[in-house]
């Protein structure tokens, strides 16, 4: 049996940031911020060649354009 998150093509990460963002929503407003100031990240990469560091990008950003040239070539 196939888990719903993966038949649908998203990742596990994917699928687990956006039951999160649902949990966080479904809060009341003092606790719902208090969990949404703690999920937010920032976090970055660089890709490597031959030893020298590449231009620093957010994951955030490269999801997000990755996830639109998947939808473009799908349709």
Excluded: C, I, P
Excluded at 7 to 23: D, E, I
Excluded at 32 to 38: G, H, I
Aim: net charge positive.
């Amino acid at each position: 049996m196939a888990f719903a998150w993966k038949a649908s093509g998203l990742t596990y990460n994917k699928y687990l940031s956006v039951a999160a963002r649902v949990v966080r929503r479904s809060l009341k407003d003092d606790k719902r911020l208090a969990a949404e100031r703690r999920g937010e990240m920032e976090l970055r990469f660089a890709k490597w060649n031959n030893g020298k560091q590449g231009d620093m990008k957010s994951v955030a950003d490269a999801n997000a354009a990755s996830m639109a040239e998947a939808g473009t070539q799908s349709s």
